[in-house]
């Protein structure tokens, strides 16, 4: 069994896929049984990952195995799947969330008019998502990485008769768009170069390939495909808006597994990377930035959803920061665990909001710790190892982070962490305190959802309490002695410990304080600090900056390139439209219909075929032949 | 004077350029058969006598004019049956009249 | 000697002297029983040639070579026919006699091809050649026919036809004279080029370009296209043209390697003419048949240029092409019969509104037209970039670059059939309905013009099986 799971692997995505046909061919009538088929499906290839990772850590050696898709000289793509501890983690956490996600929807989306297709959409995300983290070469990965973003857009605009829905899923696409722009050209640099898109291969060429500077150009172009998915500085606009789409679909997509395939990218090409240094550290500080930027915004939102998606931003940052300060284990670490709580905590979310009929606004809500339990203490779960608290999975991941950057010499960058610890905490606990303890309203009438979407915040409430055990670095054999680059190394600071866990209980303390007890009025420092805080809620105007650049800078090229298209181009080529058509008109009257003037033709062309051969090479002798022979 | 292989080379491309000229130039569609025939026939002479000029022993020669014969036979009937067809439409087997498929 | 070299020939000999007896039995203008059983034979035909496509044999020492080069296109060819006996199920004019006749011709000019591709020696190449083209003759002229039209069509394909062949016969009778033998392998033994040999040569590409309607000789097909009955059209633009390529291919390869130097120039002059007139004259056309006739001669272009190419990859690609191109070229065709049938007309004009009234019509005439455009991922792109990669690998950039700006040009008179369907004025609401054997021909060109674009490999390694025994 589970040498057949590692051994077709391919299988995985294939169940979604099948899923996804079916549905869109067959069951579109019929809501129920496309719910069912979907989930069917996806719980197969969750058995099958967990095979694969019981294979992995079996037996922690790469499995690759693949098919030509299409060859020609000097260009052989192939199709294939790469088995690795890193990619065994991922398939195991992305058909698990998607499996949970897809049971809890059957509540969430009940009687939504677009039941079928929605379950169809679910499914070809699955199957893009699986197929992208266990692709064996860049191409493969592309595809599947244009796959996923398509399946976002459509997820993103699924109500699409809201007019924000459809203006989130074109801003997503769009931004989405530039990160891959770069991704390709970076990957097309790659197979100029060395030939080869496949990881294997890349792996053992480009530590010994001399020019650094075009390699770090290379590295840079191809870390814009994450900035533009995982959402970091500057291209990270999109995310928060994406939130316009149902709430499982932002758990899911925008949580817990599509916005991390950046990250994993970065990881899957980290041969890439280290073989740059500079590229490394730009992307350290680019995820470091991103980190303490999307949290400070974080601070001041009031939508539920928005807080989670500058929670997720920020995190994201956390991650890309582990992988530039040289920590692989970290980052893949904290991907996993982030993976389950953020999921927990959007579901939380959707819970919340399902029983308010879509209120997301924090300050409406309240009281609601008594009146849906389950989705109080999930939720406070979540936030907990969320903040980084001790003995909850976030707490260990975050530490293995901060550790990384503070022993591999970014001392600045562990301060940010710090603070961003700091800020989390207190975000998560000022949502915590207003949404579930602050005043019920009197007009809402909340009530615990469904079991069938309990039941998956209960599981993945569990896995965020225990999932961070795996990482404990007291084990012999934990999660850093599969997942890592290089050298497998364990090690721990207690210090780190010590003081993350202090900087987050003064983040949570503070926050109770100041929206429990009310002894601080958050009221009073806002208008302290007015500035700040407009600019802060406003999320840094980075938004409207767009926007202008948009409206004077794009357009103004566009009216330029415009003209030039309308009055020179379009001459031109009208032109040459005209000609041709002229030339077909010519070419067609010399067909006259006269079945000797066609033979004529014919002769006449064999007549001037052998004087051109004659005329082209006099050695052939042909000239001679009238008058010899 | 001895008959060479150049005597019957000459005659063959003569009888083919005629046969070709009266495919090109006849306006009667029988005639234009008849043009082609020569064409055949000028081929048919050309093999006979390059079998027996150059290689006396094999009569490979033979064998493909007695091949182009029959073909010969065969086209000349399906061509005498369309042009009866045609007539049968066009009361004409002036090849001229025959431009309705143009441009 | 060893018979069963020949038994997917026998076997389709057989099949037709069966339906022609067959259709003497059978109930007058009875069409339909005839068809599934000439399917039948052909499926069964295309088992035996598949059974032993990988081989190399030849019949008669080398007078006849039975190799997966030949297996290749005779699997081709019954492909063809298969799809054309499914359409004609839906075309409801006589069709070369009042009853079945034209499958029993039908599948002679089959055999006349079969024979054609394996032909190691010229009478047997002659022989093939006038089988196949003489039943082409009957067919176009369509004899129990009403139509007019296909009785000129008829009677110029004759003319021409036996004009040219003529001439290629002459050049054979030359190279017979100069080389002393017919066997094509022993020709290429033959250093010394005087010049009865070049005139020779060029009397034989004149034959084969004729055969497949390369400019300068293409003149008989946009007439012999749109007068012939459709189904015949198909079966000539595809399999015809794909028999030449065969045969053409083989016979150079095999009996002027030495003198490519030569040659090759004026191949390639002729495939850019190819190119450039086919799409050039395609475009002021208002017949859709008489279009889709010019850009067969453009795509006989492209074909050419794997022929210039004259290596391994330039042979696989036109193999790989000459299939793709009888799915793209018979799925246009088969609408036009469709189309046909319901409003008794061929111009582009009464084409508008299509994909309301018949959205599978609309559809497959889409695919198949911009496959035959090469826009990507459709089949026609793969074919393209085998064959102008194949050429630029031998340093003729330059006619790679006129068969792409050609092929951007042919999207013009594409799409402009294209916006007639889908966004012209729709002045008939009423559906098109259509047969099933209809809707599986539409189907099956639709669906593999797709597939072999986004999946070629199968199909690219069969060619590459195939193309390896050129050399």
Redesign the interface.
């Known amino acids: 069994m589970i040498h057949f799971a590692v051994q077709n692997s391919w299988l995985i995505p294939l169940m979604p896929a099948i899923a996804f046909a079916i549905i869109v061919f067959f069951l579109r009538r019929t809501p129920q049984a496309s719910a069912f088929f979907s989930i069917s499906c996806i719980s197969v290839s969750f058995l099958l990952s967990l095979g694969v990772v019981a294979g992995v850590l079996m037996d922690p050696a790469a499995v690759e195995s693949s098919v030509t898709w299409f060859s020609m000289p000097g260009l052989t793509v192939e199709m294939g799947t790469l088995i690795d501890p890193i990619s065994g983690m991922m398939v195991f956490v992305v058909s698990l969330i998607a499996l949970l996600v897809q049971i809890y929807s059957v509540g969430y989306m009940e009687n939504d008019p677009g039941y079928s297709i929605y379950f169809a959409y679910q499914s070809l995300f699955a199957m893009s998502m699986l197929g992208l983290v266990i692709a064996n070469n860049f191409v493969q990965m592309f595809v599947f990485w244009e796959l996923v973003g398509l399946c976002s857009y459509l997820l993103i605009g699924f109500w699409f008769y809201k007019i924000s829905a459809r203006e989130a899923a074109k801003k997503a696409f769009v931004t989405n768009r530039v990160g891959d722009y770069g991704f390709l050209l970076g990957i097309l640099f790659l197979q100029i170069i060395f030939g080869t898109l496949n990881f294997t291969d890349l792996a053992q060429i480009i530590p010994t390939y001399a020019n650094v500077g075009l390699l770090t150009v290379i590295a840079l172009l191809v870390f814009t495909g994450p900035i533009g998915k995982s959402g970091q500085f500057p291209l990270h606009v999109w995310l928060p808006d994406a939130m316009e789409g149902p709430t499982p679909v932002s758990a899911l997509i925008h949580a817990a597994t599509m916005v991390v395939a950046g990250v994993y990218l970065i990881a899957r090409a980290f041969f890439l990377f280290a073989a740059v240094p500079t590229a490394l550290q730009v992307i350290a500080y680019v995820g470091g930035f991103t980190a303490l930027f999307a949290a400070t915004i974080a601070i001041t939102q009031n939508d539920i959803k928005r807080i989670l998606a500058y929670s997720t931003l920020s995190q994201l940052g956390y991650m890309v920061m582990a992988l530039g300060v040289g920590g692989l284990t970290a980052s893949m670490f904290h991907l996993m665990t982030h993976a389950f709580f953020k999921a927990l905590l959007f579901l939380g979310a959707g819970s919340v909001i399902h029983a308010l009929q879509g209120k997301q606004d924090i300050w409406e809500m309240g009281g609601l710790a008594r009146k849906m339990p389950i989705t109080t203490k999930t939720f406070i779960i979540g936030s907990l190892a969320l903040a980084g608290i001790f003995p909850l999975a976030g707490f260990w991941s975050k530490d293995e982070i901060l550790l990384a950057a503070q022993s591999n010499g970014f001392t600045g960058l562990y301060l940010i962490g710090s603070l961003v610890a700091f800020l989390t905490a207190f975000y998560m606990f000022r949502l915590v305190f207003v949404a579930f303890y602050g005043q019920a309203k009197p007009n809402n009438d909340p009530h615990e959802s469904p079991a069938v979407m309990t039941t998956p915040l209960i599981i993945l409430g569990l896995l965020s309490v225990v999932g961070g055990l795996v990482g404990m670095p007291w084990l012999s054999t934990n999660f850093g002695s599969y997942v890592y680059f290089g050298e497998a190394h364990h090690g721990y600071s207690l210090m780190i410990m010590v003081t993350s866990t202090v900087i987050a209980l003064m983040g949570i303390y503070l926050a109770y304080l100041m929206y429990y007890k009310k002894t601080i009025s958050a009221s009073a420092i806002a208008n302290r600090f007015k500035a700040i805080y407009t600019l802060l809620y406003n999320k840094y105007y980075i938004d409207e900056i767009y926007q202008w650049g948009i409206n004077h800078i794009v357009d103004g090229a566009g009216r330029v390139a415009y003209w030039i298209d309308l009055h020179v181009v379009d001459g031109v080529v009208n032109g040459l439209a005209k000609g041709t058509r002229q030339s077909g008109t010519i070419l067609r009257y010399l067909q006259t219909g006269q079945t000797q003037h066609y033979g004529m033709v014919l002769v006449a062309a064999v007549v001037v075929i052998i004087l051109l051969l004659g005329l082209l090479d006099p050695s052939l002798g042909i000239s001679a032949w009238g008058g010899g022979n | 004077m001895t008959i060479t292989l150049?005597h019957y080379?000459l005659l063959?491309g003569m009888l083919?350029c005629i046969?070709?000229y009266g495919?090109?130039?006849k306006q009667n569609?029988i005639s234009?058969?008849m043009g082609?025939e020569l064409?055949?026939n000028?081929?048919v002479i050309?093999?006979v006598?390059?079998n027996r000029f150059?290689?006396p022993n094999h009569l490979?020669?033979h064998?493909?004019g007695l091949?182009?014969i029959a073909?010969a036979a065969?086209?000349v009937a399906?061509?005498l049956?369309?042009?009866l067809?045609?007539y049968r439409?066009?009361l004409s087997v002036n090849?001229?009249d025959?431009?309705?498929?143009?441009? | 000697m060893d018979f069963t070299l020949l038994v997917p020939e026998m076997f389709v000999a057989a099949l037709a002297c069966l339906l022609l007896i067959l259709n003497l039995v059978a109930p007058r203008g009875e069409r339909r029983g005839l068809v599934i059983f000439a399917v039948l034979g052909i499926l069964a035909a295309i088992a035996v040639v598949a059974f032993n496509f990988d081989m190399f044999d030849g019949f008669l020492g080398r007078m006849y070579l039975v190799d997966a080069y030949a297996s290749f296109f005779k699997i081709l060819f019954l492909i063809a026919a298969l799809l054309v006996c499914l359409t004609t199920m839906n075309y409801y004019k006589p069709l070369a006699g009042e009853g079945g006749e034209a499958y029993t011709i039908m599948l002679f000019a089959t055999l006349g091809m079969m024979i054609l591709v394996s032909a190691g020696e010229l009478i047997t190449l002659y022989v093939g050649l006038e089988l196949m083209t003489i039943s082409f003759y009957i067919l176009t002229a369509n004899l129990a026919g009403e139509d007019a039209r296909s009785s000129e069509a008829g009677l110029k394909y004759l003319i021409l036809g036996a004009i040219s062949s003529a001439v290629m016969l002459y050049g054979f009778t030359l190279l017979y004279g100069v080389t002393g033998t017919t066997m094509i392998h022993e020709i290429a033994q033959f250093k010394e080029a005087s010049p009865a040999f070049w005139l020779g040569v060029i009397f034989a590409l004149s034959g084969f370009g004729f055969k497949i309607a390369a400019v300068p000789f293409h003149m008989w097909a946009p007439d012999i296209y749109e007068g012939a009955p459709t189904p015949v059209t198909i079966f000539l633009a595809v399999a015809s043209k794909a028999a030449g390529f065969g045969v053409f291919v083989r016979f150079f390869l095999t009996a002027f390697p030495q003198h490519a130097d030569h040659w090759i120039p004026v191949i390639a002059i002729m495939a850019a003419a190819t190119m450039i007139l086919g799409n050039l004259a395609a475009i002021p056309q208002q017949n859709i048949k008489r279009m889709l006739a010019y850009s067969s001669i453009a795509q006989a272009g492209y074909l050419l240029v794997g022929l210039v190419a004259a290596s391994e990859a330039g042979v696989k690609s036109i193999l790989f092409y000459a299939m793709i191109y009888v799915f793209a070229t018979v799925g246009a065709f088969a609408v036009t019969i469709a189309f046909n049938n319901v409003s008794e007309s061929d111009d582009i004009a009464d084409y508008s509104g299509l994909a309301r009234r018949s959205p599978l019509l609309a559809v497959t005439l889409l695919v198949c037209m911009l496959s035959m455009a090469g826009i990507p991922p459709l089949a026609g792109f793969a074919g393209k970039f085998y064959l102008f990669s194949a050429v630029i690998e031998q340093g003729f950039l330059w006619l790679a670059i006129i068969g792409l700006v050609m092929s951007m040009l042919s999207v013009y008179y594409y799409l402009s059939v294209v916006r007639v369907m889908y966004l012209g004025e729709v002045t008939d609401y009423s559906a098109i309905k259509l047969k099933g054997s209809m809707k599986l021909v539409l189907y099956v060109c639709m669906v593999l013009s797709i597939i072999l674009g986004a999946y070629p490999g199968p199909l690219a390694e069969l060619a590459n099986i195939a193309a390896r025994f050129m050399f």
Do not use: H, P, R, S
Request: hydrophobic share 75%.
């Open positions: 150049n080379l063959a083919f046969g070709l495919a090109l130039a569609a234009i058969l082609i064409m055949l000028a081929c050309n093999l006598a390059f150059m290689a490979v020669g064998a493909f091949f182009v073909l065969a086209e399906v061509g049956a369309l042009v067809t045609v439409d066009l090849i001229q025959f431009d309705w498929l143009k441009w």
